[in-house]
T-cell receptor, first 111, second 114 residues
Framework: KNQVEQSPQSLIILEGKNCTLQ??????????LRWYKQDTGRGPVSLTI?????NTKSNGRYTATLDADTKQSSLHITASQLSDSASYIC??????????FGAGTRLTVKP | DAGVIQSPRHEVTEMGQEVTLRCKPI?????LFWYRQTMMRGLELLIY????????DSGMPEDRFSAKMPNASFSTLKIQPSEPRDSAVYFC????????????FGPGTRLTVT
């Protein structure tokens, strides 16, 4: 069954700290994996996109990793800022254009 | 540059009424996607178009839902008749081409059916 599971469900950290969000998937055949950031009341915004051959990609303070063998991805946020408070959604593409969405991790950064 | 434009931003309607959500994709983008987001189910893909043609509507929940894309710059998602369980935020997204992984989302339409 094609599933995408994210952990933790929610996370609270202090400003300036680092954190790592997890995404495990079972979808097959894998095509791509995307991380989105969604601020409250806004649409999701793409952070990183990785295909099978890529195992790490950075976007500023955001670094995503992908292990296609274990079917795991992580999103690492360095030196968190208050503006990082948002939901982070993992989306795994498979077949040609099919997609499976994770339920998201709700991150709160406190001063 | 204008991003994806959706209207209305908020819609409150009574059960049984027809609801029409509108989307203008980014100019030059060939693919358009409609999503629904709820607390219980998260983000769900409803339907997507490529070059104005519906490609996959397997996510459309029922016959009460229909979507059209009469031209490259406009799409509608219609619910008739609406039900309280349709209450959700509906997002439209567009991408440069069908196989492009980069999708740009609109601000969403928050629909409340009472």
């Amino acid at each position: 069954k094609n599933q995408v599971e994210q952990s933790p469900q929610s996370l609270i950290i202090l400003e300036g700290k680092n954190c790592t969000l997890q995404c495990n998937y079972t979808v097959s055949p894998f095509s791509n994996l995307r991380w989105y950031k969604q601020d409250t009341g806004r649409g999701p915004v793409s952070l990183t996109i990785m295909t099978f051959s890529e195992n790490t990609k950075s976007n500023g303070r955001y670094t995503a990793t992908l292990d296609a063998d274990t079917k795991q991805s992580s999103l690492h946020i360095t030196a968190s800022q208050l503006s990082d408070s948002a939901s982070y959604i993992c989306v795994v593409g498979y077949n040609n254009n099919d997609m499976r969405f994770g339920a998201g991790t709700r991150l709160t950064v406190k001063p | 540059d204008a991003g994806v434009i959706q209207s209305p931003r908020h819609e409150v309607t009574e059960m049984g009424q027809e609801v029409t959500l509108r989307c203008k994709p980014i100019s030059g983008h060939n693919s358009l996607f409609w999503y629904r987001q709820t607390m219980m189910r998260g983000l769900e893909l409803l339907i997507y178009f490529n070059n104005n043609v519906p490609i996959d509507d397997s996510g459309m929940p029922e016959d009460r839902f229909s979507a059209k894309m009469p031209n490259a710059s406009f799409s509608t998602l219609k619910i008739q008749p609406s039900e309280p369980r349709d209450s959700a935020v509906y997002f439209c997204a567009s991408s440069l081409q069908e196989s492009s992984y980069e999708q740009y989302f609109g601000p969403g339409t928050r629909l409340t059916v009472t």
